[in-house]
């Protein structure tokens, strides 16, 4: 009831009206409700603090929860990449808040479907760093980070592993990665430069997009997970596009090719059996009486 209370709240806020309340007419509203830049969400999950090969940017955030299957993707693909390319960190930006809504600083990420994801780094020479936060990428994959007035160097290997795992993990349904073309480019050359095979690299092209109505996303991805067919019935919606490589949708197809077979071939129905008279069953209690007998 609390939850409920607090996302009619920000639903409120940011729709003009409490459409995500339980009633008769949407009782089953639930998990990503609503659009990534009007919605609200229950039942998210909080990343941690900290984890193998990842680390909140802020520490102490409070808007870091987001849908089960992204919080536990980000975690295990972190952990895989520091087993398969050991001493880089994923520096993990907001997410969404508890219940979803509008946050700080972002017009979308309110639906528990968006996260930033701040750029893997290395030195100019290549040795693994920490991400120095949001330092912005320039085309020819530098960045200056202005505290110490020194470079950085966007670190292609790790960040093209983490879109590719992104982008096959069926469980996330990548719908969108906003980037910046500079960084898709350099990414996408990458890929192609190992041989990577065509349609993983045309999948990763396809989602990377620089926003042409926000910040062009230079120093940070921003991933934005597709509705689930599962979700979009409980009311989660919009955002961008269900791509033809996604988990397929329910299908509404007869399964049996006999009985597809038995309507294309459109004959009549065999007649029904007419059941014989049912005879009257006397009720306990209730035997007829002899006539003969009064
Ligand atoms: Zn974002």
Known sequence: MKAWAALCGAASVALGGCFSAPTPLAPGLAGSVGMPNSGVQTDALELPVRGKGFERYRPEGRNHWGRPRLVQALTRIAAEIDDELPGGKLVIGDLAARHGGRIPGHASHRSGRDVDLLFYTTTPAGAPLPS??????????????????????????????????????????VQFLFVSRAVEARVSDYARARGEPLELVYQAQTV???????????????????????????????????????????????????????????????????????????????????????
């Open 208 to 294: 990377m997009l620089q926003p042409g109505d926000s910040l062009p996303h230079d120093d940070h991805l921003h991933l934005r997970i597709a509705c689930s067919p599962e979700e979009t019935i409980a009311g989660c919606s919009g955002g961008g596009p269900y791509w033809e490589w996604l988990p397929p949708l329910p299908s509404n197809q007869l399964e049996s090719q006999a009985l597809l077979e038995a309507i294309a071939a459109d004959e009549p129905l065999a007649p029904l059996e007419v059941a014989p008279p049912i005879e009257p069953v006397a009720e306990p209690g209730s035997l007829p009486v002899a006539r003969g007998a009064d």
């Open 132 to 173: 120095p936060g949001f330092v912005r990428f320039e085309a020819d994959g530098l960045a200056l980070v202005p505290d110490s007035n020194s470079y950085v160097r966007l670190d292609v290997a790790r960040v093209w592993l983490l879109v590719k795992k992104l982008v096959t993990a069926p469980e996330v349904g």
